[in-house]
């Protein structure tokens, strides 16, 4: 249960507020695939197996057919099929999907949208207030009678039922997504959205519990981009692609369209990597609190693009959905942190109608708020979104034409000064030639396991000659805490390498110390660091976890029970442990939830 932040006080709302989406596992799209489809161990008219076949019509536009099966006879029937049809790019099982409730610990509800001042939308509000910009919401649906979004819900698509609609939602979710986007701004109504004058384009692909299928959301997405859609905001997520859903995603670019999803909220399952959000093109956005740290439910991982705020989110909510009818909720999940990026997106959009999905990225992306180590990083990605930022990143702020500038005053200096300025010159003709070191370093970037002892590589060069005995100053950072460093040494060939033990995600940086003869210079890398697990069987009904740099952090012991990973038993992380009294011939595996520091993972599957 979520609780509604209001002016006037909180009120509960009925409805369970969710994250990101869970969608199933698949291939690639718009090249051959793998047909080896996996069928479920009980197939019968109760429990139909639903077999999605992605094609392509003759404009590159995805095509999807669902056809179910209640035998395997005729399930092997469809498969073969399809495979045998012209233009099949994907085969499938249709796996349902169904919503994943962000943690909420002892998370408190923020003061009411300090998002908004948060990512300066008032200052961007001068510049942009998404006009004339349509964004797809593909989700639960949108209530188009809210009143805080009076006019701003076009009709939509339901792809569940394959109709015209999608402006009602049962969930709730869809419409606080909507709400962030596009809720009105100065009708004395509740809340205000980022871009108060773009419209939404709801499309439901999911039940009002919050279940659906992968088809539908490739169906949507197509669909969307169909019918007018500029942006398209996905608060889904899962651990493996679809070739139905790649299809669908790279259509959507390929018509200019652009896409942000959420990048998952499975942290503490050892932040899986999540499909849509790491399909190529997509925006993928993590979630920070109040304080501009990143969320702890957030997923990190080199497919994260930016964050945005994603806890306490007080946003637009069916009425009827909370008990006391205002018609508000605070949420938290990257569920909420995704449709900040999307509505930004369209601030740009309509400050700049030309521009391609590319330039929003870019625009999103080089003027972040860079948070956590410097640069790009797996829980920020490029950093925290700025609205008005990037609309002054559009507008070239800084850009060319103040260089411009530069150069002339430049010209100017050296015509008033010539004189003293070559008598100067001819003083540092005369004297030692400056140094201007170059270090190049082995990694840009590497991922190791708790305890391994590191080695980085740096080589300082003069041009192309190795600057040997070069005094340097070598440190090491932990978890974004301060830099410890040690002095050292060049080897012959201007190597130096810096070692340490992983112990926690760390930066390494080399510097060559300034001097009258040299410019100083320096160079950095990064690490992540993931815990070690195993898990082996040590008797009938019995298995044994060994594990490495999580002592002391959440430990779940998860059986596969028809098709699906459940949880069996939880444990506080210890080195060893010996897990009894389980199921025989069962199939188990274990996941170690991240740390600030260090990442979670999943064991191999066991049998007890």
């Not at 964050?307 to 909510?317: D, F, H, K, R």
């Not at 040690?486 to 001097?515: C, I, K, M, N, W």
């Amino acid at each position: 249960m979520r609780r509604n932040l209001l002016g006037r006080g909180i009120a509960a709302v009925t409805a369970a507020a969710l994250g990101a989406f869970a969608l199933p596992t698949g291939s690639q799209a718009f090249s051959p695939v793998s047909y080896g489809v996996a069928l479920p161990a009980a197939i019968s008219a109760q429990s139909p197996v639903r077999i999605v076949t992605t094609s392509l019509d003759a404009t590159g536009r995805p095509v999807f057919r669902v056809r179910e099966a209640t035998d395997r006879t005729g399930a092997a029937r469809i498969i073969t099929s399809a495979r045998k049809a012209a233009g099949t790019v994907g085969v499938e099982i249709d796996r349902p999907m169904h919503a994943l409730e962000a943690p909420s610990g002892d998370d408190t509800y923020r003061e009411y949208q300090w998002d908004l001042d948060k990512i300066s939308v008032p200052d961007a509000w001068q510049q942009s207030t998404g006009d004339g910009v349509v964004v797809a919401v593909i989700d639960t649906g949108v209530d188009g009678t809210h009143p805080d979004l009076d006019g701003n819900v076009l009709i939509g698509y339901d792809a569940i039922d394959d109709v015209e609609g999608g402006d009602s939602d049962g969930n709730g979710h869809g419409t606080h997504v909507a709400g962030t986007v596009a809720a009105l701004a100065g009708n004395d109504e509740g809340i205000a959205g980022i871009a108060p004058d773009a419209k939404v384009l709801p499309v439901k692909v999911l039940d009002a519990d919050g279940t659906g299928y992968s088809s539908d959301t490739a169906e949507g997405i197509v669909w969307a981009v169909d019918n007018g859609a500029q942006i398209i905001n996905m608060s889904l997520g899962a651990s493996t692609p679809t070739a139905a859903e790649e299809a669908a995603v790279e259509y959507a670019r390929d018509n200019g369209v652009t896409i942000v999803a959420a990048a998952g909220n499975e942290r503490e399952e050892g932040s899986p990597t999540s499909y849509p959000a790491a399909y190529d093109g997509v925006i993928a956005v993590a979630a920070t609190d109040e304080s501009d740290r990143v969320a702890g439910y957030s997923n990190r991982g080199d497919y994260v693009d930016v964050a945005a705020p994603g806890s306490g989110v007080v946003s637009t909510y069916p009425a009827d959905l909370t008990e006391d009818g205002d018609g508000y909720a605070a949420l938290n999940g990257t569920s909420m942190a995704a449709p900040h990026v999307a509505a930004v997106a369209a601030l740009l959009a309509a400050y700049q109608p030309d521009i391609t999905p590319d330039g929003i990225e870019e625009a999103l992306e080089s003027s972040s708020v860079d948070l956590g180590r410097a640069g790009f990083d797996a829980d920020y990605g490029n950093g925290r979104i700025d609205a008005a930022a990037a609309i002054d990143f559009l507008a070239g702020d800084g850009g060319d034409g103040d260089g411009g500038d530069g150069d002339g005053g430049d010209g100017d200096g050296d015509g008033d000064g010539d004189g003293d300025g070559d008598g100067d010159g001819g003083d540092d003709d005369g004297g030692e030639e400056r140094v201007l070191p170059e270090i190049a370093v082995g990694y840009s970037e590497r991922h190791v396991a708790y305890g391994t002892r590191t080695s980085t590589p740096f080589t300082i060069t003069d041009g192309e000659e190795p600057l040997a005995g070069q005094e340097v100053e070598a440190c090491v950072s932990v978890g974004g805490g301060d830099w410890d460093c040690e002095s050292g040494t060049t080897g012959d060939d201007g190597e130096y390498a810096l070692r340490h033990t992983a112990t926690g995600a760390f930066d390494v940086r080399l510097t060559v110390p300034g001097s009258d003869t040299m410019d100083e210079v320096s160079a950095e890398t990064s690490y992540t660091v993931q815990a070690v697990v195993k898990a082996t069987r040590t008797g009938k009904g019995a298995i044994t976890v060994k594990v490495t740099g999580a002592a002391g952090q959440k430990m779940t012991l998860q059986r596969l029970v028809k098709g699906k990973w459940t949880t069996a038993r939880t444990y506080t992380a210890t080195g060893n442990r010996k897990i009894t009294g389980l199921v025989r011939s069962g199939s188990y595996r274990v996941v170690l939830a991240s740390t600030t520091t260090i990442e979670g993972v999943t064991s191999g599957t066991v049998k007890a």
